[in-house]
Structures are given as C-alpha cells and as structure tokens.
C-alpha cells in the first residue's frame, strides 16, 4: 500500500491543524494506521494509532485531549485532528500503515510494526 501525508504547515501556539493520509493500492479498511512525528535530533516518536477492533485506538499521553485521529475507509483516508498546538509538536509527521492490528499501546507505538510509510508532512509551530 501507498500512503501520502498532507496537510502540514506553519501555525501558531494554539492553533489547529488536520493532517490526511491517502492509502492506495490494497484495500485499506483492514489495516492498522497510525501517525510517527520526529522532531530535529529525536527519534521518531508515536503519536496515534487507530483500527476497526477494539481497543479501537490509541494515544501518546502528550496528545492525550488535543489530537483525535480517525479514519474514512470509503477514502481511504486517515486524519489527524491537532487542537491547541504548541512548540513542541513541531516536528515532520509520518503516517504508516500495518496489516498488524495492535494487542497492547507497546506493539501500536514502536515503527517496526508498520511496514508502510508515507513522505512526511512538516508541521511548524511559532509563538
């Protein structure tokens, strides 16, 4: 499967930013996808990952209320709602897909479950 992130961009504290991910080439409803940011001299950091069997989703703690990720299959598309941005998420955003569903927020959260990856999308945040 192919993804394409979008949607990234230059904001201020506080603001709000959707970023979308465009999966073609298999279907997309059975997989596992989630959003990775890495900021300049970090690792690649978990962010969200959100599936159709239950638990159904989850967050790192630092997003925990202001990001919601969530899907349309019919699109094919997985978003990332971002509330009340601030410094520190400013960091490129990578997108990924698994055929893998997630038991456990540990397996959801490291990069070696996904085995598909999008371009990354830059998101900025000035005060």
């Known amino acids: 499967v192919q993804l394409q992130a979008s949607g990234g961009g230059l904001v201020q504290v506080g603001d709000s930013l959707r970023l979308s991910c465009a999966a073609s080439?298999?279907?997309?409803?059975?997989?596992?996808t989630g959003w990775f940011r890495q900021a300049p001299g970090k690792e690649r950091e978990f962010v969200a990952a959100?599936?159709?069997?239950?638990?159904?989703?989850y967050y790192v703690d630092s997003v925990k209320g202001r990001f919601t990720i969530f899907r349309d299959n019919a699109r094919s598309t997985v978003y990332l709602q971002m509330n009340s941005l601030n410094i520190e998420d400013t960091a490129v955003y990578y997108c990924?897909?698994?055929?893998?569903?997630?038991?456990?927020?540990?397996?959801?959260?490291?990069?070696?479950?996904?085995?598909?990856w999008g371009q990354g999308t830059q998101v900025t945040v000035s005060s």
């Open positions: 990924a897909a698994s055929e893998n569903l997630p038991t456990t927020f540990a397996a959801a959260a490291t990069t070696q479950m996904y085995a598909y």
């Open positions: 080439g298999r279907p997309f409803g059975n997989y596992a």
């Open positions: 959100i599936w159709w069997r239950e638990p159904g989703a």
